[in-house]
Structure formats: C-alpha cells, structure tokens
C-alpha cells in the first residue's frame, strides 16, 4: 500500500509500505475514505514529539471501510463505514473504567504516533470495539474526519471543562478547528455570550459565521475589549484553545468570579499561574488530554442535525498530493484553511 510516512523532521513522503493484518484478536483493519491532518501533525514535524521515530506512518484522524476484523471484534462488519477515533480504548483498564480512555494502558493516543496511523491506504486500528465508530449514512464521510479529534476536543477539553451552562458567558482563545469545534458544541448549551479571541481576522470572521456573537483580535488591548463585552465582569467560561502562555495568561485575565478555566491547547514551554490574584476568586481550572468519550454522542447530534461539522474541512487534496495537503495545512492563514482532509477515494 501507499502511506505517508515521517522521514524525519521537516519531511514526509509517500512511500510503499506493507499493507496492515490483524495482529491481535481485538484489532481491525480499516481502508481510508477520507485523512486529514491535525495541528499534532505540525508539531511532529517540528520534531516537538521526540517519541515519535522517522519512519512511522502519520495520522490519527480517519474515516474509512472495515476490511477486515479480529476475532474478538462483534459490534463491527466488514464493509461498514467506520469513524476512527483519535483515542484507541480497551475499556477495561483501571483508566478507561473512569473515562480516561487517553491515558488507557494499552491505548490512548496509539496511531500516528506508537504504531502507524490513518494517513495511508489501510490502517490497523488497535481495541477496535471501541476505538472504531459505525458512520451513519446520513453523514458526509470527508466531513466527518473533524469528529475523530477535533469535536471531541473542543466538546470534552472545552466546554464541558469550563461548565458552559444556560445563559453563561464564554470566551474561547483561539479559533482553529479545536476552537471552532469549541465554539459549535458550545451553543448547544445555549450561552448568552460567546466571544471568540484569534490573531487571523478570516478566522475571526469564520467564528462570526458560525454563531459567535462577538469577536476580539488578539492585541495588547484584547484584554479590555473582553471586559468591557461583559460590562467588566469577566467570563463564566474560559476556553484556552491555542497553547502558548500568552493566551493562558490572557484566560487567567478575563475569568469572572466563579468562573472556570479550560486548558485545551498543548503547551511546549513553561507557563505562570497567578495564583496571587486568582486564589480569592474561586476560580476553578481544568486541563486535559481528550478521552474521545463524547464520540458517539457528537454522530448523533449531527445526525439528528443538531450539530452542522460541514464548516471544518475546508481543504481536500488527493493522496498522491498529500505532502502538497501538509504544505497548505502549514500555511493555514494564507489559504484560509482549517482542516484539510485526504482523499483516497
Ligand atoms: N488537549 C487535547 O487533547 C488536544 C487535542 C487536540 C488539539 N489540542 C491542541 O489544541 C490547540 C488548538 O488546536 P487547533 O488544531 O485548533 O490548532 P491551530 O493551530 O489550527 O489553531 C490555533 C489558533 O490559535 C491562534 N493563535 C495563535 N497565537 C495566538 C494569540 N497570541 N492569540 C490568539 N490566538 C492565537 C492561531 O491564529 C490559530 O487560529 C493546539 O495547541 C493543539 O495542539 C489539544
Ligand atoms: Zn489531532
Ligand atoms: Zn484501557
């Protein structure tokens, strides 16, 4: 089969590689509808994830085909369109008996990063009970790749992190996929408020679009232009979604009294918390690796159209010009992209 492999930091390249079998009884293997390429991607590039060795097959996003199935899988058949969950969970361990099935002890983030992943013609997909979602037809497969990582971030690392509630006020730091995944689930909980913060104003305008009712360019004024969007009370709900201390410090800012911050992004360098200001607000914060536990949810939400995911992808590049796919998805301002999917279809 053909599969985009890391070949180091800076490259990757289409190369021939042996197709995946199933190893174990509760593996399945899975052939790619749809790819797409996830900000982790980027930073395995840069070579921010040192775990992650030249030669492996990228990518932990997917929707594709079940083309075969262990013995021990029964939920799935073979044929059936399946969504790849970013996640892999054997449901058992002590961690996925809580719902933290990322840091599951023979799963978590497993594909594109400890084994090879979905950026290829055929992918192994470990615990595939439940790391492997049946796609309902009414859903628009390339569509549907947001759903493996970035809805669930937004919902799981986001929202319900930071307690959106009923007439609450949000305010969401950046508006990528996460952020824009963030922003969508949160108006399923009907906020009075939602405000998103980003340096790209066509991001901005997106977040518009899509139902945020105010928006602030990140500036050293961003800072009072939030307060003053809450009559200087600052937020109940505060989701940081870009992972860089700027923003956090920026989250630590324009949290109200009561109010609950929610660390999304993933952070490379040390970050101050003012614990001098913040300790007499009752102020909660929470942080998290997604558990991709609201998946299944998320489908039917967007199947009974509650939920519209058709804004995400943005960008769709064939396989054999994936490496083209990674260049716009680097320089995602300039082509006004989000996420960019892979076809193989
Ligand atoms: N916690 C998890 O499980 C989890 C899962 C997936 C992604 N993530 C992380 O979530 C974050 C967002 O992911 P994404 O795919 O949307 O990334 P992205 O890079 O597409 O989006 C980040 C956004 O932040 C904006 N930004 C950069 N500097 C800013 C600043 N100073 N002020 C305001 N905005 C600024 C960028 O313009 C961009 O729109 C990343 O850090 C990613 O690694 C975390
Ligand atoms: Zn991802
Ligand atoms: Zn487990």
Redesign the pocket.
């Known amino acids: 089969m053909q599969a985009l492999v890391y070949t180091g930091p800076g490259t990757v390249e289409v190369l021939d590689r042996p197709k995946p079998t199933v190893q174990v009884p509760t593996d399945a293997v899975v052939r790619l509808l749809h790819a797409s390429i996830?900000?982790?991607d980027?930073?395995i590039l840069k070579g921010d994830v040192p775990s992650i060795e030249p030669g492996r097959v990228l990518g932990h996003e997917g929707v594709g085909v079940v083309e075969s199935l262990g013995s021990a899988v029964h939920t799935l058949q073979l044929g059936q369109r399946v969504l790849i969950s970013?996640m892999t969970s054997c449901g058992a361990c002590r961690f996925c008996q809580r719902g933290l099935a990322?840091h599951c002890i023979t799963g978590g983030w497993t594909l594109g990063n400890k084994i090879d992943g979905t950026q290829a013609e055929y992918v192994r997909v470990p615990h595939a009970t439940l790391s492997l979602h049946p796609l309902p037809d009414s859903i628009d497969a390339r569509a549907a790749v947001a759903v493996s990582?970035?809805f669930?971030?937004?919902l799981?690392?986001g929202v319900l992190s930071a307690g959106v509630q009923l007439g609450g006020s949000v305010a969401i730091?950046?508006?990528?996929?996460?952020?824009?995944?963030a922003l969508l689930t949160a108006r399923l909980y009907t906020p009075s408020l939602i405000v998103m913060?980003?340096?790209?104003e066509g991001?901005l305008a997106t977040a518009h679009s899509l139902g945020a009712h105010a928006t602030v360019?990140?500036s050293p004024d961003?800072e009072q232009k939030l307060m003053d969007l809450t009559g200087g009370q600052g937020f109940d709900s505060v989701i940081?979604?870009?992972?860089?201390p700027?923003?956090f410090e920026?989250c630590q800012k324009v949290v109200a009294v009561g109010g609950r911050i929610a660390?999304?992004?993933?952070?490379g360098t040390k970050v101050d918390l003012h614990l001098e200001r913040l300790w007499e607000r009752n102020i909660s914060i929470h942080?998290?690796?997604?558990n991709a536990t609201t998946t299944s949810r998320l489908l039917r939400l967007v199947e009974s159209n509650m939920l519209d995911i058709s804004s995400l992808v943005t960008h769709h590049f064939p396989f054999t010009e994936a490496p083209k796919a990674y260049e716009t998805f680097q320089a995602?301002?300039q082509h006004k992209a989000?996420?960019v999917a892979i076809d193989f279809t």
């Not at 730091?173 to 995944?181: D, L, N, R």
């Not at 942080?287 to 997604?290: G, I």
């Open positions: 996830c900000g982790t980027l930073h970013c990322a990582d970035a669930p971030t937004g799981e690392c730091v950046g508006a990528g996929p996460v952020g824009m995944a913060v980003d340096l790209d991001r360019v990140s961003a940081e979604a870009v992972g860089i700027a923003t920026l660390n999304v992004g993933v952070h942080m998290s690796l997604v995602a301002s989000l996420k």
